[in-house]
């Protein structure tokens, strides 16, 4: 029984891969190929961040956000290719455990090809979040909110923390509920991997 547990794995995260890699990079057949089996070492990262795959591939384009001077965002208005939406909160203990891992992964990796955009669902004055990011020493992560909680909404996001994966076109990818340590090897690897 649990032989079989470990080969279904295997397939999901291998599938994870495939999906991921077809669907944010726009490549030919053969190249998508040649990334897959590069990628088979990769599959530890996949482990550790357990990606679910959602059946409804969400269209993210009118997703609205805020920086904390109150000016609205939109994933429209970031160039990467990929993007990591990261969906957390000052009072949520594995929230605060988990934004720095999140950190040494934007740090990792090249800001033109893939950016994470942390919105914090607190409530009230952002000082209490600024606070968070200064004690941190949280320094590659850019700050935003969702202040009216629309986009938590549409994004049907149900707890925190919460991470989606979005690739050309505004399209959701894959996520990852819960906290996960993004600054493991095999996890920057995975994302340079599929960056590159």
């Not at 057949?29 to 897959?36: F, G, N």
């Not at 203990?93 to 720095?100: G, H, K, Q, V």
């Not at 914090?120 to 850019?142: A, H, M, P, R, W």
């Not at 909404?153 to 399209?171: A, E, H, W, Y």
Request: aromatic fraction near 8%.
């Amino acid at each position: 029984m649990i032989r079989n547990i470990k080969i279904l794995r295997v397939c999901i995260y291998s599938f994870c891969v495939f999906v991921i890699i077809s669907l944010a990079t726009p490549a030919s057949t053969t190249e998508l190929r040649e990334k897959l089996i590069d990628l088979k070492s990769a599959s530890p990262g996949l482990a550790i961040l357990d990606l679910s795959i959602p059946t409804e591939s969400l269209d993210l384009k009118n997703i609205y956000f805020q920086d904390i001077k109150g000016e609205k965002f939109t994933l429209k208005d970031f160039e990467e290719p990929i993007l990591a939406l990261h969906f957390w909160a000052t009072w949520c203990a594995p929230c605060r455990s988990e934004l720095p891992t999140l950190d040494i992964l934007q740090g990792a990796l090249e800001h033109d090809k893939f950016k994470v955009i942390t919105i914090s669902i607190d409530v009230g004055s952002s000082k209490k979040i600024i606070e968070f990011y200064e004690n941190s020493n949280i320094n590659n992560l850019t700050l935003f909110r969702d202040d009216d909680m629309s986009a938590s909404r549409q994004l049907r996001i149900n707890g925190i923390p919460t991470t989606i994966l979005v690739g050309p076109k505004n399209k959701e990818i894959a996520r990852v509920i819960g906290d996960r340590d993004w600054s493991k090897p095999d996890v920057i690897k995975l994302f340079h991997d599929l960056i590159n």
